[in-house]
């Protein structure tokens, strides 16, 4: 059976910017978390305070999270990679973090110069620190239906590090197909193969949608029983280490989907559709959201 509520969590402000070229001011990026906020979505993943050499859209990361309008009971996790990051968020009042790594060890040293172990290894003083300060923490593995520089991806690595990262303090882990390449018997049998040693009310889902296969791949994982699914505003994004990747599956879409099914978000379409119009003018383009061009106001 489907679940009845779903809790999106919008990385817009994050996964969609760090890929874009346009630099989008600070006051931008500020106003996208705020019209975000209204639109009633309970988690938006601000910014990232990851070294502004890798990712320079995101430089101002601190500058973002001070000016956001925090709503309660809304949370605004943040990319953090390390110590260093994470003294950096805390400065500016964080109180929830994403770690990130990937199931492919080829993909993670071109993204965070690191191996898998490496990168677990680093992050063990984030969440020792994390959990005395009251931190929540949510963990990312990317590449779990492919990889850009290897390939095939084994299950069994895409479950082992989706198990640590839960194992070390993680309260949600979310599987990343990082390019977009599954479908969706691939998301059904990836997802079965991390439930069963990862609580399923644990887990997320976050797609790109560079084949289209999203919004199935979401379906397909529903019906597994997860409830929380990572999108876009507008299908903004995708990751700068992932030659070829697109944007992630554009929030829109997957409201327009949920409710369709009778499934709750809490999401005000027509804001979000709003948002993304209002997203897609600052970069300089169309909707990436195929639902947002549909309810344009014309
Ligand atoms: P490194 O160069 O190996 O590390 O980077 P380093 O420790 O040698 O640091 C190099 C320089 O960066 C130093 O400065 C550090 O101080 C500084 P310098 O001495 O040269 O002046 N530095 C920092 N500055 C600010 N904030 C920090 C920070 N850390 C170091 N936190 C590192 C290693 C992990 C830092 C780097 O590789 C990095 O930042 N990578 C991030 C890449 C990234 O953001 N990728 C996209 C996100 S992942 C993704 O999109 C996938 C996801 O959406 C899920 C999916 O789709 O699958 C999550
Ligand atoms: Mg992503």
């Not at 299950?155 to 197909?177: F, K, N, T, W």
């Not at 790109?208 to 029983?225: F, K, M, P, R, S």
């Given at each position: 059976a489907l679940p009845a509520r779903v809790r999106i969590v919008e990385v817009g402000p994050r996964d969609g910017l760090q890929?874009?070229?346009?630099m989008v001011s600070t006051a931008d990026k500020i106003e996208l978390v705020d019209r975000l906020t209204a639109t009633g979505?309970?988690?938006?993943?601000?910014t990232s305070f990851v070294s502004p050499k890798w990712?320079?859209?995101?430089?101002d990361a601190a500058e973002v999270f001070a000016g956001i309008t925090r709503k309660p009971g809304v949370h605004y996790p943040v990319l953090v990679p390390n110590e260093k990051g994470y003294d950096r968020a805390r400065e500016v009042g964080v109180e929830e973090i994403a770690v990130f790594t990937a199931a492919s060890e080829a993909f993670n040293q071109r993204n965070i110069n690191a191996s898998i172990d490496e990168s677990l290894a680093r992050f063990a003083p984030v969440l020792a620190r994390a959990r005395a300060d009251g931190v929540r923490v949510r963990g990312y593995v990317s590449?779990?239906?492919?990889?850009?520089?290897?390939?095939e991806v084994p299950l069994a690595d895409v479950v082992r590090v989706a198990r640590e990262l839960h194992g070390m303090g993680c309260y949600e882990i979310s599987l990343g197909d990082t390019i977009g390449v599954g479908t969706p018997g691939k998301a059904r049998a990836m997802l079965q193969a991390v439930a069963a040693e990862v609580p399923l009310d644990a887990l997320a889902v976050h797609f790109h949608d560079t084949y289209g296969q999203a919004l199935a791949n979401i379906l397909a994982c529903l019906e597994v029983g997860v409830s929380v699914v990572d999108s876009a505003v507008s299908g903004a994004g995708g990751c700068?280490?992932?030659?070829?990747a697109s944007g992630n599956v554009a929030s829109e879409d997957v409201v327009y989907m949920l409710h369709g099914l009778g499934?709750?978000?809490?999401?005000?379409l027509a804001r979000l559709v709003e948002t993304g119009h209002w997203l897609a003018g600052r970069l300089g383009r169309e909707t990436g959201s195929r639902a947002g061009r549909a309810l344009a106001v014309s």
């Amino acid at each position: 059976a489907l679940p009845a509520r779903v809790r999106i969590v919008e990385v817009g402000p994050r996964d969609g910017l760090q890929n874009e070229k346009t630099m989008v001011s600070t006051a931008d990026k500020i106003e996208l978390v705020d019209r975000l906020t209204a639109t009633g979505l309970q988690s938006i993943e601000a910014t990232s305070f990851v070294s502004p050499k890798w990712i320079p859209q995101l430089a101002d990361a601190a500058e973002v999270f001070a000016g956001i309008t925090r709503k309660p009971g809304v949370h605004y996790p943040v990319l953090v990679p390390n110590e260093k990051g994470y003294d950096r968020a805390r400065e500016v009042g964080v109180e929830e973090i994403a770690v990130f790594t990937a199931a492919s060890e080829a993909f993670n040293q071109r993204n965070i110069n690191a191996s898998i172990d490496e990168s677990l290894a680093r992050f063990a003083p984030v969440l020792a620190r994390a959990r005395a300060d009251g931190v929540r923490v949510r963990g990312y593995v990317s590449t779990v239906l492919g990889c850009p520089y290897q390939g095939e991806v084994p299950l069994a690595d895409v479950v082992r590090v989706a198990r640590e990262l839960h194992g070390m303090g993680c309260y949600e882990i979310s599987l990343g197909d990082t390019i977009g390449v599954g479908t969706p018997g691939k998301a059904r049998a990836m997802l079965q193969a991390v439930a069963a040693e990862v609580p399923l009310d644990a887990l997320a889902v976050h797609f790109h949608d560079t084949y289209g296969q999203a919004l199935a791949n979401i379906l397909a994982c529903l019906e597994v029983g997860v409830s929380v699914v990572d999108s876009a505003v507008s299908g903004a994004g995708g990751c700068p280490y992932a030659k070829g990747a697109s944007g992630n599956v554009a929030s829109e879409d997957v409201v327009y989907m949920l409710h369709g099914l009778g499934i709750e978000t809490g999401v005000d379409l027509a804001r979000l559709v709003e948002t993304g119009h209002w997203l897609a003018g600052r970069l300089g383009r169309e909707t990436g959201s195929r639902a947002g061009r549909a309810l344009a106001v014309s």
